[in-house]
């Protein structure tokens, strides 16, 4: 069923659904094609009551360095209208909200950079590992769009603070893992050898757990994040088109 993907390696062990991102030429850079293989694996779980835990993690040197903003311009270029750039934002949005409202336990293993819309995917699982050589940043502001990628603002503001993303997005600042650990963007740190080991510890004992319980718990953890996460709409991704299509044109000039 979950076979033949382009941008992903997926492996189904019994209850352990392990998903990679696999475009390590490009630091799995997310590309429209990524996210339609990423809905397709996640709509599939809502169907496969045998899964409990699913791993995201990325092939390479890097988890994932952002959205592709090859793509971007390109678009707007086959379609000036903006709708074919409308039409991604909406797909990111409907990857992360599909994430979000899993349930099955989602693990982010981590590696290298966390960058953008990396940084989205990451914050959207339940339970996140990263090495402590891990480097995260927000960028959109720097590059001269908002950050609407995926609905992920409101997200990131109730795992991490107003405050402290506030500052994370408008200065666009790196930050290291002990950083993201101090945030609770990261739940665990461990040196980059002990990575898959670490991730092990974690989905034995949840691949065990009772299928009813663990799916009743998720559905409570569920409601309880979207009554505190404000919903992000066509607003942004008419902004979002706006301000890519400005960025394009200023460079060409």
């Not at 090859?70 to 039409?87: H, I, K, T, W």
């Not at 990263?130 to 480097?135: A, L, N, Q, S, V």
């Not at 994370?168 to 980059?192: D, K």
Request: charged share 25%; hydrophobic share 45%.
């Amino acid at each position: 069923m979950l076979k033949d993907f382009k941008t992903l390696d997926v492996t189904h062990d019994k209850t352990v659904l392990r998903v990679r991102l696999n475009q390590p030429e490009t630091g799995n850079a997310i590309t429209s094609e990524m996210l339609a293989e990423l809905l397709k694996v996640l709509r599939a779980l809502e169907d496969d009551n045998s899964v409990r835990v699913m791993v995201l993690s990325g092939a390479g040197e890097d988890f994932c360095t952002g959205g592709d903003r090859r793509e971007f311009p390109a678009l707007l270029e086959q379609d000036p209208s903006g709708a074919s750039l409308r039409a991604l934002a909406s797909r990111a949005q409907r990857v992360c909200a599909a994430l979000s409202q899993q349930y099955v336990v989602t693990v982010a293993e981590l590696h290298g950079a966390v960058i953008g819309a990396g940084l989205g995917l990451a914050v959207f699982c339940d339970l996140r590992i990263g090495t402590d050589t891990c480097r995260f940043r927000m960028p959109e502001v720097g590059l001269g769009v908002p950050p609407a990628w995926g609905g992920v603002l409101p997200r990131l503001v109730e795992e991490a603070g107003q405050a402290q993303v506030r500052r994370l997005l408008l200065t666009a600042e790196n930050f290291g893992a002990a950083r993201a650990l101090e945030l609770s963007i990261l739940h665990e740190v461990v040196a980059p050898e002990d990575l898959e080991a670490s991730v092990a510890k974690w989905v034995r004992p949840l691949a065990r757990r009772d299928p009813l319980t663990l799916r009743t718990t998720k559905g409570m953890l569920n409601s309880v994040a979207a009554a505190a996460e404000a919903p992000v709409g066509l607003y942004d991704e008419e902004l979002l088109t706006a301000s890519i299509s400005r960025t394009s044109l200023a460079r060409r000039s």
